[in-house]
């Protein structure tokens, strides 16, 4: 069999911020709503699976069907505030979309489901339409049976069992009134039995557990409590003498009449349970097991608060009392951003990636070599920058430092602190003596922690963490710096990826500088491959706002403003060799800077950068605004794609020695076909490994998210698109499920992580060096990272 052209080695996502978006299978998988899509996770591998895209609004809840042999889990239930619900169903070993529950006229907030006979599947499903919805699922189609409407109330949760003894459904739904309704099915149609008081706030989760014979009902609430309900058949309530001597709570008694045989059922209070200090959003029991043939359920539950809590619950022996139960820790998972992933960048090493999104933060993420698995998997091991705007761009100056723009009119640098090099050796497997070397160690600091009300990253060094003695304190507080302390920072040594309160609060690294220049909010940064020079952008109306500024990285001073365009300068990118700089417009042209001769300019000057040509609106070839751009690796060929849908590859560059003047500058024309790639073309990028046959290697991002790759090759005469070559394009599992926003190329060939640490870390195997590898940021919060087989056309 072919070796794959496309293999997805990453996906970086991190679940919906909804009470019901994640739920853990018997088979071992993990579902989860991120953004419009259900990711599948598996906790051994610490991998994310599989992607399943179908929903065009956010994913609010997730339910896997729980088989009653609690054995693997054939199918899946997810609802969204495209107002939909969906069925998913495994077939060969992978889950695909297999039918859409429409009739919800809001988004769909809770969804349970159980199996009937004859592999049918009965589906309740609550949405802020004020109804809740009962769904037949027969494997081709999905029928709605019966709508319960709640007239201006909201349910917020729902949850279906077997009653007692028989195979009657019961679905319990809790909401705004503070109520747990209970509705049974009776003679094929679902009637209300009872309605259970207590709770004094919104109910904001429910869900059965059959223990005994009985079912138990665990709800939460926004009163901060949990409350446990048990209902019986009415014919086992009394068990024997003992229990009639005890004192019993007030039962709540429905009957159900079916084919003239009636049997009734009694519902009690079981247990109050008090010890979360907030809104309790999630309650959950211990899944049950089956031993000796028979399903058996321990008495467990978890909880989860506002409070920044969760509650293991368990009841004592003897005494029967719910208490909460041991210290847990966490494990090792993947993260990712809640918002938009706006940029992304790889460590001139291709070691690293860099990412900032509009969720305020930049995240790092890296391969964890572990000594038991053969195959590295990436994790978020630094969170650099914790914002108070959202993030919008960045550019790596050198390995461990990178320039950050975000919706204000400043530019921030940051430099890694040494706890965090030392880290990154202990977990990416690099000799630390070699990153030492590559970095500043000179007053290198050794963290970094955020100001009380601040956005700026404050420089923790080795003083700054030894304690101070009573003498050196004093009595008394010298000044309002001393009384409120802004070192939060404590050094970390990590074997493994950190959990996430020590990315939040040991992980930051150093704000080295501010850059001051440019009126309105930051879009678009680009470095040059010598670490001299840093161009930025920001949003522009008008032409005196669109200049690109040229920074110093060595003494960080503005050298050049570069007036141009006269709308917002939307991507830049230097040519390998930086001789040149590029940059596209929404005013759909383009501009070429080049950067003069040193050798025509005096000694010691900074680097100084000429227009050398562009194009205006009566020469441009795109007709609408030019999203991204890309140099080739060998510096002769640029490439520009559109809203227009269009992908344009422009040059030779390196050919043209005319000299530029005022009145004719030289005129670089397309040389390539113009090619329609059928969707707006959000973002592209060369390939820096040059393809066999004088061939170049092309990433296109759309606006629907997926990304094809492209064989571009230089043609005497390039009519009808002869000079491109479809190599390959994302399936819709491998898509992002809405805009493309950056597109990065590992700059070596291998696969990150693949060497091996005795070899050095740029080393890689004859067999590894076929593969490239891609990183794409999306709009649907997550990062890709995609394995791309140069040999397998």
Same mark, same amino acid.
């Given at each position: 069999?072919?070796?794959?052209?496309? =293999?997805?080695?990453?996906?970086?996502?991190?679940?919906?911020?909804?009470?019901?978006?994640?739920? @853990?299978?018997?088979?071992?998988?993990?579902?989860?709503?991120?953004?419009?899509?259900?990711?599948?996770?598996?906790?051994?591998?610490?991998?994310?699976?599989?992607?399943?895209?179908?929903?065009?609004?956010?994913?609010?809840?997730?339910?896997?069907?729980?088989? =009653?042999?609690?054995?693997?889990?054939?199918?899946?239930?997810?609802?969204?505030?495209?107002?939909?619900?969906?069925?998913?169903?495994?077939?060969?070993?992978?889950?695909?979309?297999?039918?859409?529950?429409?009739?919800?006229?809001?988004?769909? +907030?809770?969804?349970?489901?159980?199996?009937?006979?004859?592999?049918?599947?009965?589906?309740?499903?609550?949405?802020? %339409?004020?109804?809740?919805?009962? @769904?037949?699922?027969?494997?081709?189609?999905? $029928? +709605?049976?019966?709508?319960?409407?709640?007239?201006?109330?909201?349910?917020?949760?729902?949850?279906?069992?077997?009653?007692?003894?028989?195979?009657?459904?019961?679905?319990?739904?809790?909401?705004?009134?503070?109520?747990?309704?209970?509705?049974?099915?009776?003679?094929?149609?679902?009637?209300?039995?009872?309605?259970?008081?207590?709770?004094?706030?919104?109910?904001?989760?429910?869900?059965?557990?059959?223990?005994?014979?009985?079912?138990?009902?665990?709800?939460?609430?926004?009163? +901060?409590?949990?409350?446990?309900?048990?209902?019986?058949?009415?014919?086992?309530?009394?068990?024997?003498?003992?229990?009639?001597?005890?004192?019993?709570?007030?039962?709540?008694?429905?009957?159900?009449?079916?084919?003239?045989?009636?049997?009734?059922?009694?519902?009690?209070?079981?247990?109050?349970?008090?010890?979360?200090?907030?809104?309790?959003?999630?309650?959950?029991?211990?899944?049950?097991?089956?031993?000796?043939?028979?399903?058996?359920?321990?008495?467990?539950?978890?909880?989860?608060?506002?409070?920044?809590?969760?509650?293991?619950?368990?009841?004592? $022996?003897?005494?029967?009392?719910?208490?909460?139960?041991?210290?847990?820790?966490?494990?090792?998972?993947?993260?990712?951003?809640?918002?938009?992933?706006? %940029?992304?960048?790889?460590?001139?090493?291709?070691?690293?990636?860099?990412?900032?999104?509009?969720?305020?933060?930049?995240?790092?993420?890296?391969?964890?070599?572990?000594?038991?698995?053969?195959?590295?998997?990436?994790?978020?091991?630094?969170?650099?920058?914790?914002?108070?705007?959202?993030?919008?761009?960045?550019?790596?100056?050198?390995?461990?430092?990178?320039?950050?723009?975000?919706?204000?009119?400043?530019?921030?640098?940051?430099?890694?602190?040494?706890?965090?090099?030392?880290?990154?050796?202990?977990?990416?497997?690099?000799?630390?003596?070699?990153?030492?070397?590559?970095? %500043?160690?000179?007053?290198?600091?050794?963290?970094?922690?955020?100001?009380?009300?601040?956005?700026?990253?404050?420089?923790?060094?080795?003083?700054?963490?030894?304690?101070?003695?009573?003498?050196?304190?004093?009595?008394?507080?010298?000044?309002?710096?001393?009384?409120?302390?802004?070192s939060y920072f404590h050094p970390l040594t990590l074997n493994e990826p950190p959990p996430e309160d020590h990315l939040l609060q040991n992980t930051l690294w150093p704000e080295v500088q501010?850059?001051?220049?440019?009126?309105?909010?930051?879009?678009?940064?680009?470095?040059?491959?010598?670490?001299?020079?840093?161009?930025?952008?920001?949003?522009?109306?008008?032409?005196?706002?669109?200049?690109?500024?040229?920074?110093?990285?060595?003494?960080?001073?503005?050298?050049?403003?570069?007036?141009?365009?006269?709308?917002?300068?939307?991507?830049?990118?230097?040519?390998?060799?930086?001789?040149?700089?590029?940059?596209?417009?929404?005013?759909?042209?383009?501009?070429?800077?080049?950067?003069?001769?040193?050798?025509?300019?005096?000694?010691?000057?900074?680097?100084?950068?000429?227009?050398?040509?562009?194009?205006?609106?009566?020469?441009?070839?795109?007709?609408?605004?030019?999203? &991204?751009?890309?140099?080739?690796?060998?510096?002769?060929?640029?490439?520009?794609?559109?809203?227009?849908?269009?992908?344009?590859?422009?040059?030779?560059? &390196?050919?043209?020695?005319?000299?530029?003047?005022?009145?004719?500058?030289?005129?670089?024309?397309?040389?390539?076909?113009?090619?329609?790639?059928?969707? &707006?073309?959000?973002?592209?990028?060369?390939?820096?490994?040059? +393809?066999?046959?004088?061939?170049?290697?092309?990433?296109?991002?759309?606006?629907?998210?997926?990304?094809?790759?492209?064989?571009?090759?230089?043609?005497?005469?390039?009519?009808?698109?002869?000079?491109?070559?479809?190599?390959?394009?994302?399936?819709?599992?491998?898509?992002?499920?809405?805009?493309?926003?950056?597109?990065?190329?590992?700059?070596?060939?291998?696969?990150?992580?693949?060497?091996? $640490?005795? =070899?050095?870390?740029?080393?890689?195997?004859?067999?590894?060096?076929?593969?490239?590898?891609?990183?794409?940021?999306g709009a649907d919060h997550s990062v890709k990272i995609f394995n791309i087989n140069r040999l397998a056309v």
């Amino acid at each position: 069999m072919a070796a794959p052209i496309i =293999e997805t080695c990453h996906v970086a996502c991190c679940a919906n911020r909804t009470p019901n978006v994640l739920s @853990w299978g018997r088979g071992g998988l993990i579902a989860y709503g991120t953004c419009n899509s259900v990711a599948l996770y598996d906790p051994q591998e610490k991998c994310v699976v599989a992607v399943l895209n179908g929903h065009t609004g956010r994913v609010n809840t997730v339910q896997w069907v729980h088989r =009653e042999d609690c054995g693997r889990e054939t199918h899946l239930v997810s609802g969204g505030s495209d107002s939909l619900l969906i069925v998913w169903e495994a077939q060969d070993g992978k889950f695909k979309q297999y039918v859409e529950c429409v009739g919800h006229t809001g988004p769909v +907030c809770a969804v349970d489901a159980i199996h009937l006979d004859n592999n049918k599947l009965l589906i309740a499903s609550t949405a802020s %339409d004020s109804t809740v919805k009962l @769904w037949l699922y027969t494997g081709s189609k999905a $029928e +709605c049976t019966h709508t319960i409407s709640f007239g201006s109330g909201f349910m917020m949760d729902v949850s279906l069992a077997w009653l007692p003894g028989s195979r009657v459904p019961i679905l319990a739904c809790g909401g705004d009134d503070c109520r747990i309704h209970l509705y049974a099915q009776c003679n094929g149609q679902f009637r209300k039995v009872l309605s259970l008081q207590g709770h004094e706030d919104w109910i904001r989760g429910v869900e059965w557990a059959c223990v005994d014979g009985d079912l138990l009902l665990a709800s939460c609430a926004q009163d +901060c409590l949990i409350r446990v309900w048990r209902l019986v058949a009415k014919s086992r309530t009394k068990r024997n003498a003992q229990e009639e001597r005890t004192i019993r709570m007030s039962e709540d008694v429905f009957t159900l009449t079916q084919n003239d045989a009636s049997s009734a059922f009694a519902v009690t209070l079981e247990s109050v349970l008090a010890g979360h200090e907030n809104k309790v959003y999630g309650v959950h029991w211990q899944p049950p097991v089956i031993k000796g043939g028979d399903q058996h359920q321990s008495l467990s539950l978890l909880s989860a608060s506002m409070d920044k809590t969760m509650i293991l619950w368990a009841q004592e $022996e003897g005494s029967g009392v719910w208490v909460e139960q041991g210290e847990w820790s966490p494990g090792v998972v993947i993260s990712g951003h809640f918002n938009a992933v706006q %940029d992304l960048s790889w460590d001139p090493e291709g070691e690293f990636i860099l990412s900032v999104g509009s969720d305020q933060t930049t995240r790092l993420l890296t391969p964890w070599k572990r000594m038991d698995q053969t195959q590295p998997t990436w994790h978020e091991i630094s969170r650099p920058q914790i914002h108070g705007y959202d993030m919008q761009c960045l550019a790596m100056v050198g390995r461990f430092q990178y320039v950050s723009g975000a919706d204000e009119k400043v530019l921030r640098v940051f430099r890694a602190p040494r706890n965090f090099v030392e880290n990154f050796a202990n977990i990416s497997g690099t000799p630390l003596a070699k990153l030492l070397a590559s970095s %500043d160690t000179v007053d290198q600091p050794e963290g970094a922690s955020t100001p009380a009300l601040g956005l700026s990253n404050k420089a923790v060094f080795q003083g700054d963490l030894t304690p101070k003695t009573n003498e050196e304190e004093g009595t008394g507080f010298n000044s309002v710096s001393d009384q409120y302390q802004e070192s939060y920072f404590h050094p970390l040594t990590l074997n493994e990826p950190p959990p996430e309160d020590h990315l939040l609060q040991n992980t930051l690294w150093p704000e080295v500088q501010k850059l001051y220049g440019h009126g309105f909010e930051m879009f678009c940064l680009a470095s040059d491959s010598g670490r001299t020079v840093v161009a930025s952008a920001c949003k522009a109306s008008k032409a005196e706002h669109a200049a690109v500024l040229l920074w110093s990285s060595t003494s960080w001073r503005q050298l050049q403003a570069l007036p141009c365009h006269s709308l917002t300068v939307t991507q830049m990118a230097f040519s390998p060799n930086g001789l040149f700089l590029l940059a596209v417009s929404r005013d759909r042209t383009w501009s070429l800077w080049k950067r003069d001769d040193p050798a025509t300019t005096p000694t010691n000057t900074e680097p100084h950068f000429s227009l050398y040509t562009s194009t205006r609106k009566d020469t441009a070839v795109h007709t609408r605004i030019i999203w &991204s751009c890309d140099w080739s690796a060998d510096n002769k060929y640029f490439v520009t794609s559109s809203r227009d849908k269009k992908v344009i590859v422009w040059g030779d560059c &390196s050919s043209s020695e005319a000299i530029v003047t005022p009145d004719e500058p030289p005129v670089i024309r397309p040389c390539s076909s113009i090619i329609d790639v059928g969707d &707006s073309a959000t973002a592209v990028s060369f390939c820096p490994i040059l +393809c066999p046959g004088n061939s170049y290697l092309l990433a296109v991002g759309l606006e629907s998210g997926q990304v094809l790759l492209y064989k571009w090759e230089l043609s005497e005469e390039p009519a009808g698109a002869s000079d491109w070559t479809r190599y390959g394009e994302t399936d819709s599992s491998q898509s992002h499920s809405l805009t493309v926003k950056r597109l990065r190329w590992r700059p070596r060939a291998g696969r990150a992580g693949q060497g091996g $640490e005795e =070899e050095g870390e740029g080393s890689i195997t004859a067999a590894d060096s076929s593969w490239v590898q891609l990183a794409s940021a999306g709009a649907d919060h997550s990062v890709k990272i995609f394995n791309i087989n140069r040999l397998a056309v």
